[in-house]
């Protein structure tokens, strides 16, 4: 669908917005709302159900019992990031929200789609502070916005509206596919490590609830028999020559993006920094996982290095691959994190993790196993990312619509919706 200009323009007088059609006219966002003020209702009292919305200056969206207000209204959030919400109905908000509630000549869904269109320079000029960003209300009131007749806006909104959940119904297949290659690559991975590739095997009781049967020729070993323990540790972190360094030191954050091998880390420490704490190099070939809420995120080292204490590492000594103990740790992920102990938080501890059971093939088997799993998990990961490649394409192209519909570049007003 081609989408074509409107037949005249003219200066709107302000520079970072251009020309606008003829017809159309620019004013500043406060002519065109009253501002509902914030509740006392803090974020926490937001549930996973409830009878109503319950909306919050985060994106998510959380459920309440008892509405406070009833309407058509743009739900704006006050703190972080600029986040904007449209609802028709009965719902509820936080104390870091306020309500617009748009006058006669302004469509309530047009300026949703204004400012969402808009949300990039509205970040820019509004939201200010070091840390947590706030919403500078004077400038957002004193925003510049280009309307055009209240007839126009209803069609604007209407087509935006039916393109928006053609895009998002798309984004949302998607990502169920996504969801679907994810188990069937968990799937593959479980039966592997438990079951091994030969469907014909005779199998025998392992003696663990949660692994059922496993081939007859397969034994069952714990960590503490066939590596390693190694802790890590964090240098003082006022102490400014402690950081900065070459040296890569690992946290969760550098293992929650699931790589299988690891050889960078975002944050370096300096030899002073190695010297000053408990942290311990481990060579390539190490598995290191993350043993702090969250729990798992398995990754195999790929050049020396050390990490903190949100973590450990098992050096493989005999008998077992580390690509093999890779896909292992991956498939009981659950099941480590249930055996966190917790406190202020989950950690799995030194003991059980010395403790876990892990079943071992022959090396033949293993070498077998890890063949089969780096062919098949490979093919999967390939196609997630095409998958997510198009849906931040999909996302992309939304974006760029609604602001080129919005400010008036294209003319959508007699377009089929």
Known sequence: MKLKPYPKYKDSGIQWIGKIPEGWEVNKLKYNYEIIGKTDIPASEGNEEGNFPFFTSGESIKYIDNPVINGEYIIVGDGGIPNFKYYKGYFSYSDHCFLLKTNKKTSTKFLYYFLIGNIETLDILCFHGMGLRNLDKYKFNSFFSSLCSLSDQTAIASFLDKKTTEIDTLIENDKNLIALLKEKRTALINRAVTKGLDPNVKLKDSGIDWVGEIPEGWEVRKVKQFSKIVTGSTPNSGNDKYWEGDINWVTPTDLSLRNKYIYDSKRKITKEGYMSCGTTFVKEGTIIMATRAP????????????????????????????????????????????????????????YDLASFPVLKPSKKEQLQIVNFLDKATSKIDKTIKLIEQKNNLLEEYKKSLIYYVITGKVDVRRVET
């Not at 991956?330 to 966190?340: D, F, I, P, T």
């Open 295 to 350: 729990i798992g995120y398995p990754s195999i080292v790929k050049e020396k290095l050390c990490f903190n204490q949100g973590c450990k590492a098992f050096e493989i000594k005999k008998d077992f691959m580390s690509d093999y103990c890779y896909y292992y740790f991956n498939a009981y992920e659950e099941v480590l994190n249930s055996k966190g102990n917790a406190t202020t938080f989950s950690e799995l501890s030194t």
